[in-house]
């Protein structure tokens, strides 16, 4: 069993900038991600050299640079490891290609990054209906399109970059639905101000959509997805800045894919499996753990980074990170404490430069007090277990008093995913009916272990029945 100082859980850029760190101050370092290469969602490398790269992206790129770095260090890497148990003491268990696996450190560093938040409406679970980081995996590391026609619905703006790049690979954007409005979006300008880079990137995406005459719908918000002979027929409606639906022109739109999203959720099954303190954020995302500046949480050697902290965004998550990894090599007594302690205010500096950028976008993503309203009766909201709005509402109404209550009652989020795509709404509805809009009187869902889902081969790995140990029978 390899032991480190620090096991980092991520391999994002918070994660990896944050092993780096650790890692230069002279400690040990692990780092675990279950895809097969550094870089996140947003820096996610082609799956091969086959996929297609644009004219700007032939030149090295952020997460090119952060994978190149990464191998010139002397972090260990376990890439292609589903960890699927952290305890207390910080033994972390993978099942990786060689089987199961398990290592422990003196401290964990966990940057898992985020969950997509789907709305659930009529039809979100037929076949073509995908969350707008599925279509952003397939355009970036697949190069593949998501439809041959597709409708771009949500908020946020993954919505003008998936718009913009399934253009670019040749398919066509048949509208796009946001439900913020204009006013919104000019609420960002000056944190987008701050970030020239960024904002001369959205206006090349908002250029090619506007070349393409892509319809841009803003305040609008889809109601219904039905299957038709030419692809599938998306209603959309009106919406109110709260994203309740309005009276006014309904508008259907056929399209072979809907790419729809309303957001990120931190991903924070890890810190609440190891029962550090957790407080509700609707502008950061959800449930973030308790942590100060430099992501130290109530628990000891156990600190956050990136945007599971709170959603501030990929370049903000970068520097969290390495603020995290100086943080832990501090913590541990590293060789050189004082240097370390010196890069930490350039660091945090760069964080909050960032950071700004990062929270203006996501406030657009924020979960919109009246979006459930839409959400009707006999609609899916946890599709593992098909339990229902009704039967949530019915449980609410027959004095479940948390979501763990609730989900004991109708086996809601007990499915494979374990609650990572229906517990905000599930929460948010349960708020809404018997709390009067309270999240953290509705609680969260209690995590367990599996983290993921894992295959009994995963665990076991290859053996017959002539390897297992039988004693001999006692005497009599």
């Not at 030419?230 to 309904?250: E, F, I, M, Q, W």
């Amino acid at each position: 069993m390899p032991d480190f100082d620090v096991l980092v859980l991520g391999g994002g850029p918070a994660g990896v900038n944050a092993a780096l760190a650790a890692s230069a101050a002279g400690l040990k370092v692990a780092l675990f991600d279950e895809n097969t290469a550094a870089g996140g969602q947003v820096y996610r490398a082609p799956v091969s050299a086959a996929v297609p790269l644009t004219a700007d992206q032939q030149a090295e790129q952020p997460g090119d640079t952060l994978r190149r770095e990464l191998a010139q260090s002397a972090v260990i890497t376990y890439f292609n490891h589903v960890v699927w148990a952290v305890t207390a003491d910080y033994r972390v268990d993978a099942a990786g290609p060689a089987g199961p696996m398990h290592c422990t450190g003196r401290a964990l560093i966990v940057a898992t990054g985020t969950t997509e938040r789907i709305v659930p409406f009529d039809g979100w679970t037929i076949p073509g209906v995908i969350g707008l980081a599925a279509a952003t995996i397939l355009l970036k590391s697949q190069g593949i399109l998501p439809g041959r026609s597709t409708l771009v619905a949500g908020c946020g703006p993954l919505l003008a970059a998936v718009a913009a790049k399934t253009i670019e690979g040749g398919g066509k954007v048949q509208a796009i639905a946001d439900m913020a409005g204009l006013g919104d979006w000019g609420r960002t300008l000056p944190a987008m101000m701050s970030r020239p880079d960024l904002m001369r990137e959205g206006f090349h995406w908002w250029h090619e959509i506007s070349r393409a005459g892509a319809p841009i719908l803003s305040r609008h918000t889809i109601v219904k997805v039905e299957q038709a002979h030419d692809g599938l027929r998306a209603t959309l409606a009106p919406c109110d800045a709260a994203g309740r639906p309005v009276s006014g022109k309904r508008r259907s739109v056929v399209a072979d894919c809907i790419a729809v999203g309303h957001g990120l959720t931190p991903s924070t099954e890890i810190t609440r499996l190891l029962r550090a303190k957790h407080r509700y954020s609707r502008q950061a995302g959800g449930w973030i753990a308790v942590a100060d500046m430099d992501g130290r949480t109530s628990r000891p050697r156990l600190y956050v980074a990136g945007d599971g902290a709170g959603i501030a965004g990929a370049a903000a998550a970068s520097h969290h990170g390495t603020i995290a990894g100086l943080a832990c090599a501090i913590d541990l007594g590293a060789t050189d404490v004082d240097q370390l302690r010196s890069h930490v205010p350039a660091a945090r500096q760069a964080h909050a430069k960032a950071a700004r950028f990062g929270r203006s976008m996501a406030q657009l993503m924020a979960l919109r007090p009246g979006h459930i309203d839409s959400i009707g009766p006999q609609t899916i909201v946890c599709r593992c277990e098909d339990v229902t709005r009704a039967e949530i509402d019915a449980a609410c109404d027959a004095g479940a008093h948390d979501v763990n209550q609730l989900k004991a009652w109708t086996r809601c989020g007990m499915g494979p995913c374990q609650g990572r795509t229906c517990e905000d709404v599930t929460a948010e509805l349960l708020a809404a009916r018997a709390h009067g809009g309270s999240r953290e009187r509705a609680g969260c869902f209690s995590a367990r272990t599996p983290l993921r889902p894992v295959t009994v081969e995963a665990l076991t790995g290859d053996f017959s029945y002539d390897d297992i140990p039988i004693p001999k029978a006692a005497p009599l």
